[in-house]
């Protein structure tokens, strides 16, 4: 069996198909998508039609912690309540109730997917958040205690953008790349696969370039954000806070 994991799309719709071009030369068995479709502006309405014709062909999906944003109050800051009046108003509300109705975990077999935790979408496995801002890695005897009740052959996850694994027992868990908003300096788009072969899974990461000018000059002429976007998108790293621009992601 293969399957094709996106995660953190960031309503990148540039990165999002150049990722989908390579998924479909893979020509997997199942595509899993792991949240946090739509918040960002390189075309995010475009992003969130090509999810859901994704999920129409049967992929499996779960909400990510900003599909939490799209629940009444669910908007923390001036800036991203500034940023879900233009989603509101430039993207389809049916696409919208949709990601917002998400499950938070999902399963497949003996593979178990959600955007952070199986309890929060908020939280993250693979590594915990510092406040000095970046991930630690998470201690293993609390990694194994969450990880062997979960009774899967394999785990994914997302959120953090780190792609990484690592087994846990008999579990293999794999906390997939982000399609967008890097965080390691590299901005090209990522994806994973896994493969099982013969009861055992194993896991490919993948690098996908794509048009970053032109996700950067989409940002730019239709949205308020493009300054914010322009930053995140071209350098790869997730430092872009204050009023007027695009803040990104939040851990």
């Not at 399957?3 to 595509?31: M, Q, W, Y």
């Not at 049916?94 to 109705?101: F, S, T």
């Amino acid at each position: 069996m293969r399957v094709a994991v996106i995660s953190d799309v960031h309503g990148n719709a540039f990165a999002l198909e150049a990722v989908l071009r390579e998924v479909r030369a893979a020509a997997p068995d199942l595509t899993v998508n792991l949240g946090d479709q739509v918040e960002g502006s390189a075309d995010p309405a475009r992003a969130l039609i090509a999810q859901a014709q994704l999920a129409r062909a049967g992929a499996l999906e779960v909400r990510g912690n900003n599909e939490e944003k799209l629940w009444p109050g669910g908007r923390r800051s001036a800036l991203s309540r500034a940023y879900g009046a233009w989603l509101e108003a430039h993207t389809d509300p049916a696409l919208l109730a949709r990601v917002a109705a998400l499950p938070l975990t999902a399963r497949a077999g003996d593979l178990l997917a959600f955007h952070g935790t199986p309890d929060s979408a908020w939280d993250s496995l693979l590594w915990a958040w510092d406040p000095a801002g970046f991930y630690r890695a998470r201690d293993p005897r609390s990694l194994r205690a969450r990880v062997d009740s979960l009774n899967a052959g394999v785990v994914v996850c997302g959120h953090t953008h780190r792609p990484g694994a690592t087994r846990v027992g008999d579990t293999l868990v794999v906390n997939a790349g982000a399609v967008s908003d890097q965080v390691d300096g590299d901005p090209r788009a990522r994806w994973t696969q896994l493969d099982r072969v013969n009861g055992r899974w194993a896991v490919t990461f993948h690098v996908t370039e794509y048009d970053i000018e032109a996700a950067v000059a989409w940002a730019a002429t239709h949205t308020p954000f493009g300054n914010g976007e322009t930053s995140l998108l071209r350098t790869g790293t997730m430092d872009v806070r204050g009023d007027g621009v695009w803040e990104g992601p939040q851990p």
